[in-house]
């Protein structure tokens, strides 16, 4: 054996260097494409190399958008409710469609996505009609509570709609309502009647105006 | 062998050493002989023995009550035996062995202290016996392909350290300084394996790590050995011999560099699969990795085709090259195979059914073994100095190899594929769902036995070339004695 | 110039960034992980498998049980895993690296030739029914391909007129020897009570259920009666269920 295996022979006979054989483009372009889509592979679905993110998240924020809303409006919440709301609304949420009480359990209006629209019911009333769950309330007269009692506060505000909105008895599971929402929507409609004035009700044309989700 | 002397190269000899004579090829291979036939030898036993074990255990399924009643034999302890018995019995020390043989050859330099590398060698059958009998046993670590206990991968750790020590102080006396291209892929392998069989063993076996981090280590380290030592050691032996058999040399050395630094990183770059129970950046980047493997694995498959076209001819005659023929095409299929099913949505079929196994045998077998076969029918008669004694047996080993590989694999792919659909179906009942491969795993078994008595052929040439040569020196030496006039 | 030194630096470096990807990175995300505090239960999670269910698993791992049997419960998307009832958890069903804390080795398995038993704990609680099935899977499942594990067992015959003793196995399944008592060792019964133990139901910060579906169904778990005309739909409420525990972080 006279020759070195691994590196290229002149051709015989005619004296000519062989021209070194080099990688086919076509393979070097392959390899590029495919490192291209490795790192768009890798931005999909790794997870921003969470520790919690499991396929098919693509984010922990997404994780964490999933998680069950079960942080709880607090016994405040609950003990307002019960004093106020619950007259007519019932303790059941279920409402007395006879006398014009729409359910709170399950209502459309309640578990929107936003809780912009039912804020401003809870601060400054509604006058109907108004169709929740199907069923038509046409002389329906709500109170505002916004200038009332325990209600002035935002706090206090909020712990009350987010128990509405979490109540799992009833069926609900909707995000919280944060103090912060609140007063975000009570100081951009103070216009409407002036501070501490909760006299103009809203009505549902008004309200359909207003984003429910984003 | 004619002994034909290298004119030294433009490249000198390292600075120090005293240019000694060139060293011959017969000198070469007469200071390889002993440690290399050695662990040819333990090699083509324990591939006897694990295709046995392998055999039934694939009956247990023809029959479960196979030897059920001794729990040596039950189903999950014959398995991982005969895995075992394969990848370590012999794969691993027929790769050390044809890496000796090619560093050597290459460096054109003889074998450092082969002695110590024999006792190495024994070393590593011992861990590998011990190993296997403790598996057998019951004392399997749980892990796969590094199931052996510490009392059999202690001493094959040390055996392995003990040769590889012999080969790089080889590699460093050698005279032919420049690195070939086979070099690189062995040299790469050999430190490599000390390095994962290290780390799994030391994070696996004897301080584990906590929870799932233990079988991402297991899944790296099993990928790692097929792509980096059984895949580089059958790449390095293939680049070395093929371009001998059909005196042509390798297509591009620049191709060869290309697929040695693509398969190094996009080899070493897989572990588990798609849906596996860990964080999704871990998956994620395994099949990025595994899907990469396309790029080496068309590099290879180019540059052995341009290497072997036209030239065939030449090497018909031969017979190691007709195992080194059809190695290509089987690395070539079952790393594509490879590609597709790390896909997820490939994945949803193919995994956790006979799909995987069989693409995995496809590679160990028709590619490694294959090759490992060519390389222990190129070398062994150079080492003993005579042919073997019936190219008949051989041209028949290949057959029975050949057909038994294909037989096993292609229909227990078949069938794992079935097995995938059935599974998915919700409808069918897990009982049911045996109906879609338990055909499909019996005809395998026939492949399987084929394979058997290929491996008992590889044993019977290797013993009849070892006791031809036996008998020739024996006969001289009675010969010489009664010219002598000692009594015998 | 000696490429020698360089090429060995850039394998070197190549190698070392798979083992710092898959060995060293895994390992210092997740294997300091610790148990984590169901909120609704208090229970810590996984929980710790009692003493004779530790022996079992290494009696599963010295017989190999991971080779046919999978313990790893995959994603919707993946397979059809749920839809087959392998999963254990009301939430993301797919496991997660907190529910392996508790295993060494952690036998995640690679081939269903038999089902997943990431689970089976919820589903196989009688240990008769698990211990015939070890003794003879034919008596249990018709056709099965698991291998027997009668050396898990000893087997005394019966004379004439004696009663089986309390640890045998109870003679009513069809196909049981009649004139033999089959004593599970200790064993068979380590190998049932970690069988037992193995269930993945720990809801966690990163197995959140799947949305719930938008719906205007009234809640039928009203203690309160309502008013005489209430409309009368009674559609179940379908949104989580109600003992849905959720853990903070774990950090």
């Known amino acids: 054996m006279s020759a070195e295996p691994n590196k290229p022979l002149p051709k015989a006979g005619d004296g000519s260097e062989r021209e070194p054989v080099v990688v086919p483009i076509w393979l070097i372009g392959l390899l590029a494409i495919s490192i291209y889509w490795g790192m768009l592979y890798v931005n999909d679905h790794a997870g921003e190399f969470s520790a919690k993110v499991y396929a098919p998240y693509p984010t922990l924020a997404e994780v964490e958008a999933a998680q069950p809303h079960t942080s709880g409006p607090g016994p405040e919440g609950k003990k307002n409710f019960v004093m106020i709301c619950s007259t007519c609304h019932q303790n059941t949420g279920l409402g007395v469609p006879a006398e014009g009480k729409p359910p709170l359990a399950g209502s459309e209006w309640v578990l929107a996505p936003l809780p912009d629209r039912m804020i401003r019911i809870a601060l400054y009333g509604l006058q109907g009609p108004i169709t929740v769950k199907g069923q038509e309330f046409g002389t329906l007269q709500m109170p505002a509570w916004g200038g009332t009692g325990a209600l002035t506060n935002d706090e206090t505000l909020a712990a009350v709609l987010t128990y509405i909105r979490q109540n799992k008895e009833w069926g609900n599971n909707a995000s919280a309502v944060t103090a912060e929402q609140v007063k975000a929507i009570r100081d951009s409609l103070v216009k409407r009647d002036g501070p501490g004035n909760y006299s103009t009700q809203f009505t549902v044309p008004e309200l359909q105006k207003v984003p429910d989700s984003k | 062998m004619t002994a034909i002397p290298l004119t030294s190269q433009s490249q000198s000899v390292a600075p120090g050493l005293v240019t000694a004579p060139t060293v011959t090829d017969a000198e070469i291979d007469a200071s390889c002989q002993a440690p290399i036939l050695l662990l040819f030898a333990n090699a083509a036993v324990w591939l006897f023995i694990g295709s046995v074990l392998g055999l039934l255990a694939t009956l247990k399924f023809h029959q479960p009550e196979i030897l059920a009643n001794c729990a040596w034999f039950t189903y999950g302890r014959v398995h991982p035996a005969q895995m075992n018995a394969f990848i370590y019995g012999f794969g691993v020390p027929t790769g050390l062995a044809v890496l000796l043989w090619i560093v050597c050859q290459t460096g054109r330099v003889r074998l450092a202290l082969p002695q110590v590398v024999v006792a190495g060698a024994l070393l590593w059958n011992a861990g590998v016996t011990l190993g296997l009998i403790g598996i057998l046993y019951g004392d399997s670590t749980g892990f796969e392909w590094l199931e052996m206990p510490r009392y059999g991968s202690i001493p094959m750790l040390a055996g392995y350290l003990i040769i590889g020590v012999m080969a790089m102080l080889t590699l460093h006396q050698r005279r032919e300084r420049a690195l070939q291209i086979s070099q690189w892929f062995l040299l790469t392998a050999l430190l490599w394996f000390a390095w994962i069989y290290t780390t799994a063993n030391f994070l696996l076996v004897a301080f584990p790590a906590r929870g799932v981090v233990q079988p991402v280590i297991d899944s790296w380290y099993i990928n790692n050995l097929t792509n980096i030592w059984f895949g580089f050691i059958g790449i390095a032996t293939l680049f070395y011999l093929v371009p001998k058999l059909i005196d042509n040399p390798l297509y591009s050395r620049y191709l060869a560099v290309f697929l040695f630094w693509t398969l190094l990183f996009f080899g070493s770059w897989t572990a588990v699969g798609p849906g596996a129970p860990m964080p999704a950046w871990i998956p994620a980047v395994s099949t990025v990795g595994t899907v990469l493997l396309l790029i080496p694995t068309l590099a290879f498959a180019i540059t052995l085709k341009k290497t072997m076209e036209c030239q065939t001819q030449k090497a018909k005659t031969s017979l190691p090259f007709q195992f080194l023929f059809f190695a290509p095409p089987a690395y070539l299929l079952s790393r594509l195979a490879l590609v597709v099913t790390s896909l997820a949505r490939v994945s949803v079929v193919t995994q956790f059914t006979w799909f995987t196994p069989a693409v995995t045998q496809l590679f160990l077998y028709g590619f490694f073994a294959m090759t490992m076969f060519g390389a222990i029918y190129y070398i062994a008669p150079r080492l003993l100095g005579t042919a073997f004694p019936s190219p008949k047996l051989v041209k028949f080993h290949f057959s029975l190899a050949l057909f038994g590989i294909l037989l096993y694999s292609l229909p227990l792919a078949i069938g794992g594929v079935r097995q995938g659909y059935a599974l998915n179906d919700a409808s069918l009942s897990l009982q049911n769902t045996l109906d879609s491969w338990l055909m499909c795993l019996r005809v395998s078994t026939l492949g399987e036995l084929l394979m058997v008595l290929a491996n008992l052929l590889l044993l019977v040439n290797l013993g009849a070339i070892i006791y031809c040569r036996a008998s020739v020196e024996a006969k001289a030496a009675w010969v010489a004695n009664k010219i002598a006039g000692v009594r015998p | ?251």
Request: a positive charge; proline letters at 12%; glycine letters at 8%.
């Open chain 3, 1 to 251: 110039m000696n490429p020698g030194p360089l090429l060995f630096l850039g394998a070197f470096f190549a190698l070392a960034t798979s083992w710092l990807g898959f060995v060293l990175a895994p390992q210092l995300q997740l294997g300091r992980e610790q148990l984590v505090e169901i909120q609704e239960t208090g229970v810590a999670y996984p929980p710790m498998r009692p003493g004779m269910a530790r022996q079992g698993e290494r009696v599963y791992r010295a017989n190999g049980c991971f080779y046919c049997h999978t313990q790893q419960v995959r994603e919707q998307l993946y397979g059809a895993d749920v839809v087959r009832g392998w999963g254990g958890r009301a939430g993301k069903v797919q496991s997660v690296a907190q529910d392996y804390l508790q295993d060494s080795p952690v036998m995640l398995g690679s081939q269903r030739v038999g089902p997943d038993l990431a689970n089976i704990g919820l589903r196989h609680p009688s240990a008769n029914a698990l211990l015939w099935h070890l003794y003879n899977p034919r008596l249990v499942a018709t056709g099965s391909v698991m291998p027997p594990y009668r050396y898990l067992f000893t087997k005394r015959k019966l004379k004439p007129g004696e009663k089986p003793s309390a640890e045998a196995l109870p003679s009513n399944m069809p196909g049981a020897p009649v004139d033999e008592q089959i004593i599970p060792t200790d064993d068979a019964r380590a190998l049932v009570a970690y069988l037992q133990s193995l269930h993945s139901d720990g809801v966690l910060f990163e197995t959140p259920p799947p949305p719930a579906p938008p719906t205007n169904a009234v809640a039928t778990a009203s203690t309160n009666a309502p008013s005489t005309k209430a409309p009368a739909t009674n559609a179940p409420a379908t949104n989580t269920p109600a003992r849905t525990p959720t853990n903070g972080p774990a950090k």
